[in-house]
């Protein structure tokens, strides 16, 4: 059984910056292609961003570009979110998310939910 945990969230004022981490297990990341969502309150879930292990083609959602990087540490199982300059706009709870598909959900909107899903992290951009 595929599980995620995330981990790194918390509060930062504008124009800090967090690290978000997924670990897995149950799988070797190499055969999956792990992402984030985040939802605020009242708003739809959104695809942020996600990295495929094995041949390391990266979605990012408009809205986040220039200011997120996604990486994958293979070796740990783990995939980073860092997330540089945050906005108010930027507060949500983050999700982890890992689908064989993950990258065609994502670049391509086919309008599924991925297979597995962390637990979340709070993450909150205010001064």
């Known amino acids: 059984q595929l599980q995620l945990v995330e981990s790194g969230g918390g509060l930062v004022q504008p124009g800090g910056s967090l690290r978000l981490s997924c670990t897995t297990s149950?799988?070797?990341?190499?055969?999956?292609?792990i992402g984030w969502f985040r939802q605020a309150p009242g708003k739809e879930r959104e695809g942020v961003s996600c990295?495929?292990?094995?041949?390391?083609?990266?979605y990012y959602a408009d809205s986040v570009k220039g200011r997120f990087t996604i990486s994958s540490d293979n070796a740990k199982n783990t995939v980073y979110l860092q997330m540089n300059s945050l906005k108010p706009e930027d507060t949500a709870v983050y999700y982890c998310?890992?689908?064989?598909?993950?990258?065609?959900?994502?670049?391509?909107?086919?309008?599924?939910?991925?297979?597995?899903w962390g637990q979340g992290t709070q993450v909150t951009v205010s001064s």
């Open positions: 990295i495929s292990s094995s041949d390391g083609r990266t």
């Open positions: 998310a890992s689908d064989l598909h993950l990258y065609e959900i994502l670049s391509l909107s086919w309008g599924r939910s991925p297979d597995y």
């Open positions: 149950g799988l070797t990341l190499n055969d999956f292609t």
